[in-house]
């Protein structure tokens, strides 16, 4: 019994140190140990991840097609590319229905800035989605900036320490993106499952959502910036005594195979609020 | 010397578990290292290393989380204890007993996590990270859960031989 009750002494020191950690954390006093910290665990991490992925490619794909991967890679890119193009000339073409000629002659949109960044790890909570970049505040990385790749938008950055950054991924359930469909030029906001499904809610009933419709950010709320590719929409859920209908998305982006994205440096995002609050 | 040797395999761990497991899931639910090695290290009997494992394997698995700085500590000391606790009892060199005690271990651990998410509004739907997340993770650890056990046994003969009085 005495055992037992020093044990349950030791536990609860350690719980209360813990617990003050915890505490210190949550009002920002550890984050320079934190940062510090994660210096020597961003190269192991990055060391290891490349190795990790190395090993996988080797192993699922024969050695005598790695030109043709290569080729093929290189197409495929051009191919984003060319698409990026044209969704973003029907974009335009769009807008200029709506807002008129003139509006839209108006409109400039300022060049972006991009940092190339390597994903060195995903977040050990199976509760949450976001993914570690190499990328932190000594790359001028700051928090809040839009993270893509070439096949659209990955998240955004939401904390940031010297040499690495943790990114909320759009899938993520306390994600919530301000999209624009592109034909049917409805405004919605992205809601994520638990499950990884990605819904765009609050979509107007008037609005004639159709399936393989584009998804694009909307820029509204200043969070990121518009005519990024977001997704495609799957189905559509449409019910006569609901406000909004809801559509399922499919991601641009395979979150599960992500190795380098881009921190869009050029966007400062409106301040957000703390995540969770 | 548990401590020489076990805070950098913590850190090993945790590090694997960010930049390789999360590639290797099962629906969302993946192998819990850290977890694993607590209570395998628990399961020896020597109970106060283990809670210390439990710390500091519990702030290195919040340092590469979103989860709140300190959670996973309390939970793993937690859980470290309620492991110690089976010492002593008539099957407690069951060779199913680790799988109970991770069984248990688990349970805990992944409810602390969800608390401490849900007081800090992280968490939405509980029922769907009980389907996805809690019970995939419970079985890959369940189906560690011996494999670990041995070899923390066998590491802790190596470093630990029992005393022989000749």
Redesign the interface.
Known sequence: MKT?RS??V??GI??L??????LL??SGF?RPA?GL??RP?EA??GW??SR?LAI?DSLSSPRDVATLRQQNSDLQSQVATLQREIISLREKAAQADILGALLNYARTQPENRYLATNV?????????R?I?IAGGSDDKVERGMPVVTESGLVGRV??VYATMS?V?VITD??AAVNIRLQNSRADGVTAA????ELRVEQINQAADVVTDELVLTSGLGGGYPPDIIVGQVLSVRRRDYELFQQAVIRPAVDF?NLEIVLVITSFHALPVAP??? | MAYLIGLPLLLLLAIVQSAVLSHLLLLDGRPDLVLLAVVAWALTGRWREAMGWGLAGGLMLDLLSGAPFGASSIALVLVAFLVSLTEGRFWEAHLLMPLGAMLVATAAFYAISIAALFLTGQLPDLLASLTRVVLPGLFLNLLLAIPAAQLAQALCSALFPPEVRI
């Open positions: 037992w044990r349950g030791y536990a350690l719980i140190v813990a617990a003050g950690l915890m954390s949550l550890l934190q910290a994660l665990i192991a991490q290891l991840s990790y996988h060195v790890g995903r977040d050990v909570s199976p509760f949450l976001s570690w939401s904390e943790r909320q359930p306390q499952q638990p499950n990884g599960q995540s969770g609050s």
